[in-house]
């Protein structure tokens, strides 16, 4: 039924799903995840725990990702816009410390999938989002994370407009640069 179009990255494993959406005059339908179809797609994880969060204008929850417990994550959003973040912090790979962002909204639907060895993180752009995702491994919190968000060596592009306040947890302005993941 619910077939998905699948828009490959710059950088290798990175995807941007969008479902097909099924509307007529009740409103619309349309599949968040079918196995079969992300199998096919070339996503083959198994993913065994969901989260969801909720996040006013200005929060910017990031650049996350677990230590020993690597998770993959298939992402979206169900109400609102968010600017989401992946950067690669894959040991030895050709793009570490390249990054890529995508807009997720509720209007568009899109999805973005992230493998593992990624740092993960969003921006929230509307007044309120709610976020979902999915992951292929159980949140350790002792192995926990992270990148600071700015770091110039990275220089990601947060479309921050004038006037906007980033809302920051403690640790999140508190994490070392990329620098501190060559070996």
């Not at 950088?11 to 005059?25: M, N, R, S």
């Not at 079969?36 to 969060?53: H, L, M, P, T």
């Not at 993180?121 to 491994?137: I, P, R």
């Amino acid at each position: 039924m619910g077939k998905i179009t699948v828009e490959t990255c710059e950088i290798e494993g990175l995807k941007i799903i969008t479902p097909t959406v099924f509307g007529d005059a009740r409103g619309y339908f349309m599949e968040t995840y079918h196995y079969e179809d992300y199998r096919a797609a070339g996503i083959s994880e198994v993913f065994v725990q969901d989260n969801q969060s909720a996040s006013k204008k200005g929060v910017l929850r990031g650049l996350h990702f677990q230590k020993q417990f690597p998770q993959a994550k298939l992402v979206r959003v169900i109400r609102g816009e968010v600017f989401d973040v992946a950067v690669d912090i894959r040991p030895g790979s050709k793009t570490f410390g390249k990054w890529h962002g995508v807009l997720l909204s509720e209007e568009n639907k899109r999805q973005f999938f992230i493998p593992e060895n990624f740092a993960h993180g969003f921006l929230v752009l509307s007044d309120y989002a709610e976020f979902c995702y999915k992951c292929t491994d159980f949140y350790h919190p002792n192995d926990e994370g992270g990148i600071l968000y700015n770091d110039p060596e990275i220089g990601v592009e947060w479309p921050v407009s004038e006037g906007l306040e980033l809302i920051l947890s403690e640790k999140d302005t508190k994490w070392e640069g990329i620098s501190q993941l060559r070996k």
